[in-house]
């Protein structure tokens, strides 16, 4: 059911790990299946993303499109970088069974919830960019049902 790219970066995912001193750390949760997604990213004077590394504690899936999502936003503009979706993500892997779509969105909100806490961290407002609703540092996000 999935694709050989799935396969590959579930089975060898990349940029797996953390970053001390992290210009962002974005931490999120799908309430529904309990996985969670940590993204690290080091954004250099310029704001480009230096570095990228992540965590997961989740499902295949999951692992996959956060390896894949580091990949796509490694060397990029803050900018560039917000505007990778999860569907962007989904087309790098070649697709994903629609049951797992939901993983991907986790890889997106991780990016967005690092590029939030960049942000606030810089007091800096990146035109675009929302509160990521799934950050799970919003108690009231993690113990919804
Ligand atoms: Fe929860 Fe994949 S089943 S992220």
Known sequence: ????????HFSNPRNVGEIENASGVGTV???KCGDIMRMYLDIDETGVIQD???????C???????????????GKTVE???????KSVMEALDGL???KVHCSLLAEEAIHAAL????????????GLEKPKSDIHEEEETIEY
């Open 116 to 127: 939030w806490d960049y942000a606030e961290k810089n007091n800096i407002k990146i035109e």
């Open 1 to 8: 059911m999935y694709t050989e790219k799935v396969m590959d």
């Open 60 to 74: 295949g899936a999951a692992v996959a499109t956060s390896s894949m999502a580091t990949e796509l936003v490694k």
């Open 29 to 31: 949760g799908n309430a």
């Open 97 to 99: 069974p629609p049951v």
């Open 52 to 58: 990228v590394k992540f965590k997961t504690f989740g």
């Open 80 to 86: 560039e970088a917000l505007k990778i979706t999860n």
